[in-house]
């Protein structure tokens, strides 16, 4: 019998190309990023023998695949932070060379900057954020001639139109679906917007000026109940994980809680049971909804070819009351100096756990330096996508640490709420500022102990990793290697391999590099 064989016509190329395309898609992880506030590397019992507050879904997280002991956010404060995961680009080459935004900010990343969302968008990937947004948006204005202030005050938000929607937001920098708040929950307006269009025009003006519940006064909507947005924001992550686990395509979950950072709120089942105070309950409450997040995932089939990341953009606040804490027996910030804000390690060194079933071995341990910067480089590398030049200038992929625990990078740069710098380079820390450039001692607005104090500090974290004994006047060599290495990060425009990029300029002198001339 003769076997006829037909031609292959451009009709059947394209059913062919098309089913490629599908499997390759398929192939692909769903990945869920969430994003804690405020969480200290010793919140989580899984980093901390001692710890007085237990987790045992975000350990159990970590038992089921690995946990990084070496993992810092590229600031010590919120806003930065953020700007870093999605972009993969310091945040201090930004706009923004201190501080944080507020509700009313202005969008801090261009529309024309690749983030981790496009770049999956292009991917073929359906990209969501939910939660605390806290990187700027553009509101509407009832009279554009006005310009409203900075945000702290309540009569900032007068000028703003709720009924028009936002722009310069999430969907332009990727995200095919959004939902969330502004600012932080303790920065006015308290309005959600979803896919770009707040959901109900303020109608009341709250505040709260509770020990720890406290939040700033402003317009308020009828739907926006502050107890109810971390579950609020759980059952919108669970929702959209059961509709996109059913589709073809694979899906990108940035879910950017807004705990446990102020106002701490644990809901009425959790209050009492850390005895500790209610930031231990708020720790234990959103540990309780990651193991339903764990289930959810679980049931929808989707869990051996998920990744699910799990992090904090800075280290605990002393909002937390941490006297109370401490007084307890409970540190959150481990063995280490420091807490939000700071330049020191516990300011910026957080809890990071990655579980992929599909890739990643159980009870993985990882002791290599990594930063929050490093999503873009990864998820490029996991989905096929070449970084052009100008995309995650300081962005390092890590998924070789997901097989074998070998150095990645050659150095990480640390920031702190006022702008100053520190240089790690394997034990070896430079900080270029003599106090804390934050909120623990010494503070920088405390001229008499500042003065008194060198200019610069340097640390070996091997042997002192509570940075205790400053060694700058000891070890000049040191100094003036990763001094040298600092100016060279920061003038290239870029910390990883490629052309030099330029930093984005402001309209003041950028004090904080001074030490660059």
């Known amino acids: 019998m003769k076997i006829k064989i037909l031609p292959i016509t451009p009709l059947i190329l394209l059913i062919l190309s098309s089913c490629s395309n599908k ?21 989580v019992s899984a980093n901390n023998e001692n710890s007085k507050i237990q987790t045992p879904n975000i350990d159990r997280l970590a038992s089921e695949g690995i946990r990084f002991t070496d993992a810092h956010t590229s600031s010590s404060v919120c806003t930065p932070t953020r700007y870093g995961i999605l972009t993969g680009r310091y945040n201090w080459r930004s706009k923004l060379k201190s501080g944080v935004l507020t509700g009313n ?31 700027g948006w553009d509101w509407a204005q009832k009279n554009p001639e006005v310009s409203g202030g900075a945000g702290w005050d309540p009569k900032d938000f007068d000028n703003i139109d709720f009924s028009k929607p936002i722009q310069n937001g999430p ?9 969330g708040h502004s600012g932080s929950l303790d920065m006015a307006p308290y309005v959600y917007v979803e896919n770009g269009m707040p959901t109900k025009i303020p109608d ?25 947005v971390t579950p609020n924001f759980f059952r919108k992550s669970f929702g959209y994980i059961k509709e996109k686990s059913k589709e073809e395509n694979p899906f990108f979950l940035y879910l950017a809680l807004p705990s446990p950072h102020t106002p701490i709120l644990p809901t009425e089942e959790w209050q009492g049971k850390s005895g500790l105070n209610p930031y231990g309950d708020f720790v234990m409450m959103v540990d309780n909804y990651m193991g339903q997040l764990e289930k959810v995932v679980k049931e929808a089939g989707i869990e051996n070819n998920t990744i699910v990341i799990f992090t904090s953009d800075n280290g605990c606040s002393p909002a937390t009351h941490m006297e109370e804490l401490e007084e307890k027996g409970h540190y959150p910030s481990y063995i280490y100096r420091g807490h939000k804000a700071d330049i020191f390690e516990g300011g910026h060194r957080v809890p990071f756990i990655v579980k992929w079933p599909q890739e990643i071995m159980k009870e993985t341990l990882s002791e290599q330096t990594i930063c929050t910067t490093d999503l873009m480089a990864t998820v490029a590398s996991i989905v096929g996508y070449s970084l052009a030049d100008n995309e995650g200038e300081d962005s390092y992929n890590i998924a070789p640490l ?37 909120w623990s001692f010494p503070k920088p607005n405390n001229k008499a102990v500042i ?36 100016i060279n990060y920061i003038t290239e425009g870029r910390s990883t391999p ?13 004090k904080q590099i001074e030490f660059v001339n």
């Not at 499997?23 to 919140?43: C, F, R, T, W």
């Open 498 to 510: 490629g052309l030099p990029q330029k930093n984005d300029g402001i309209d003041s002198e950028w």
């Open 105 to 135: 900010s202005k969008a801090l990343i261009s529309s024309e900057r690749t983030t981790v969302a496009s770049l999956l968008k292009q991917k073929n990937y359906n990209t969501a954020f939910i939660g605390k947004w806290h990187l």
């Open 23 to 43: 499997k390759e898609e398929a192939q692909k992880p769903n990945i869920i990023y969430v994003l804690v506030d405020d969480m200290g590397y010793g919140d």
């Open 204 to 228: 009341t003006i709250s505040v709260n000026k509770g020990k720890y519940s406290w939040w700033r006064e402003g317009p308020t909507s009828s739907d926006f109940i502050h107890d109810d």
């Open 451 to 486: 003065d008194s104090l060198p200019k610069y500090q340097l640390y070996n974290l091997k042997s002192d990793p509570g940075e205790a004994t400053n060694l700058y006047p000891k070890n000049t060599e040191k100094v003036e290697e990763l001094k040298t290495l600092l």
């Open 171 to 179: 969907k332009e920098l990727g995200f095919t679906y959004s939902y």
């Open 402 to 438: 997901f097989k074998l625990d070998e150095p990645i990078r050659e150095a990480i740069v640390h920031h702190s709420i006022n702008g100053s710098f520190a240089i790690r380079k394997g034990d070896w820390k430079l900080i270029m500022c003599p106090g804390s450039g934050g």
